[in-house]
Nanobody, 126 residues
Framework: QVELVESEGGLVQTGGSLRLSCAGR????????MGWFRQAPGKKREFVAT????????YYADSVKGRFTLSRDNSKYMAFLQMDSLRPEDTAIYYC???????????????????WGQGTQVTVSS
């Protein structure tokens, strides 16, 4: 049984920083995507960042590029999202997501991910 456990989010002022972590349990594979999506009230879930376990490099949404940094500890099936220069529009519930199985080029598409965390609230005050 795969389980994704996210760290607590929080409340931060504009320009501040937060770091989220995601621990994958029961993944049992060396071939997976692992990343983050977010959903603001009244909006669709949107891609934030992701990586392929067997590749160097990460993928980022344009809206967070240069401000957010995705890192990993492959040996522990963990992902870390460092969020800097936070803006009110970053306020959302952040979800960790994993795709285990056949690779796909659609790494930014929520539907290709087959496991999700419970979500953690990030609020940026203006």
């Amino acid at each position: 049984q795969v389980e994704l456990v996210e760290s607590e989010g929080g409340l931060v002022q504009t320009g501040g920083s937060l770091r989220l972590s995601c621990a994958g349990r029961g993944i049992g594979s060396y071939n997976y995507l692992m990343g983050w999506f977010r959903q603001a009230p009244g909006k669709k879930r949107e891609f934030v960042a992701t990586f392929r376990r067997n590749e160097a490099g990460e993928y980022y949404a344009d809206s967070v590029k240069g401000r957010f940094t995705l890192s990993r500890d492959n040996s522990k099936y963990m992902a870390f999202l460092q969020m800097d220069s936070l803006r009110p529009e970053d306020t959302a519930i952040y979800y960790c997501a994993v795709r285990i199985g056949l690779d796909t080029p659609s790494v930014r598409t929520a539907a290709v991910y087959n496991y999700w965390g419970q979500g953690t609230q990030v609020t940026v005050s203006s």
